[in-house]
């Protein structure tokens, strides 16, 4: 049986990545639409969204980030729902590539780009969040 002192990590992962995927929609809809985002006069926003990193073969990065949010919400729901041991660790396997990524375009922006996207900085921190909290509840999970 799973410990039931996680369930309040996940209802915390299951908002974080509501958070990540509300933005990520955000991020691929105005990409279609072919507007910039807001981020306010100094915001870097439309430097970033239009730079060569924001897409991988035309696709949209932030496309990336739905199916990642998507995966969290539904592996939160599934451990709250369920207490499947399993989700923990597998939880903590996604969130790796995901946060070593976020660190990857964090760098880009501010190293090469040389502007910062608001809402490319909401998802990295979803991810650096998600990654941190996945690794503390596995490490409990692990405990017992």
Request: proline share 4%; charged share 10%.
């Amino acid at each position: 049986m799973a410990n039931p002192n996680l369930k309040p990590y996940y209802f915390i992962l299951l908002a974080i990545a509501f958070v990540g995927f509300m933005d990520s929609i955000y991020l691929t809809t105005i990409h279609y639409m072919e507007q910039v985002p807001g981020c306010g006069e100094d915001g870097g926003c439309g430097e970033v969204a239009a730079s060569e990193y924001s897409t991988i073969l035309g696709i949209p990065i932030s496309i990336g980030g739905i199916g990642y949010y998507v995966t969290i919400i539904f592996l939160s729901i599934w451990w709250i729902d369920k207490a499947n041991s399993l989700v923990p660790k597998v939880m903590l396997i996604l969130s790796v590539p995901a946060f070593l990524f976020s660190i990857w375009l964090v760098h880009l922006q501010l190293n090469v780009i040389d502007a910062i996207c608001f809402y490319c900085m909401v998802s990295a921190g979803s991810s650096t969040l998600i990654f941190l909290i996945s690794f503390l509840v596995y490490r409990k999970a692990s405990i017992g």
